[in-house]
C-alpha cells in the first residue's frame, strides 16, 4: 500500500504544496486526490473553508537489474570487499561487471565462488517472476581471460592427441568451461570431444575421431 498524508490549504493547490514540501517530493511522484476544493465564501471570510487533499506516493517497481545490484553490493560489503557494480539487463537475462581494487577472493579457485555468486544471484532476482532471467557475472573480465586461456588449451591439447595418437584427460571443469572446450574443437578434422564423469568433477575427453 502507497504512503499517504492528507493537507489542507486555502487553495488545492497550497494544500498539494504543503504535501509536497512534507514529503520532499515532486507532484509527478505523488498521486493527488481533492477531497474537498474548498471555497473562500462571503467577501472571503463568512463560510470559508479550507481545501484537503491526499497526496499519495507513487510506488515504484523495482527491476530485476536493481535487485541483482542491491544483492551483490550487501554480499560484498559483508566481505569487506569494495567493488564497482555495473549491471546491463537484456530481455533474457542480466550481465553483471564487477570491478575494483584486490578484489581476487569474489572469483575464487578457477571461478568457482563467482560462479556461486551467480548462482545465489540468479535465485533472488527470479523468486516470484514466472519468466526466468540468466545471470551472467563477470569480475575483472575474468571470463573473457579464462575463455581465451581455454580455446589455447584445447588447441594445444588437440594437436597432442593428433601428435602422440592417445586421448587426453583434461582436469574437471564446470558446465560454462566445458562448453568452451567442446565448442572450440567442434569442427576439428581430426578429434572429438565428450565429457564424463559427475558433477562437481566431471571433465572434458579429448580424443581422435
Known sequence: MAYSIEKTGKT??????????ELNL???DVEIEVLDEGNKGIFGIIGSKVAKIRASVKEVETSR?????DFLYTILNNMGVEA??????EEESIVVDINGDDIGIIIGRR???????????????NKGYEDYKRVILNVENYRQKREETLIKLANRLADKV???????TLEPMNPYERRIIH???????????????????RKVVITLK
Open 12 to 21: 488545492v493547490q497550497e494544500a498539494i504544496s504543503a504535501a509536497l514540501s
Open 26 to 28: 515532486s507532484q509527478e
Open 65 to 69: 537489474g536493481d535487485i541483482a545490484s
Open 84 to 89: 564497482d557494480i555495473s549491471v546491463n539487463e
Open 111 to 125: 571461478g568457482e565462488t563467482m560462479d556461486s555468486l551467480q548462482y545465489l544471484t540468479s535465485l533472488v532476482i
Open 162 to 168: 593428433v601428435k602422440y595418437k592417445k586421448p587426453v
Open 183 to 201: 565448442s572450440t574443437l567442434q569442427g576439428h578434422k581430426y578429434v572429438e570431444t565428450y565429457s564424463t564423469g559427475e558433477e562437481p568433477k
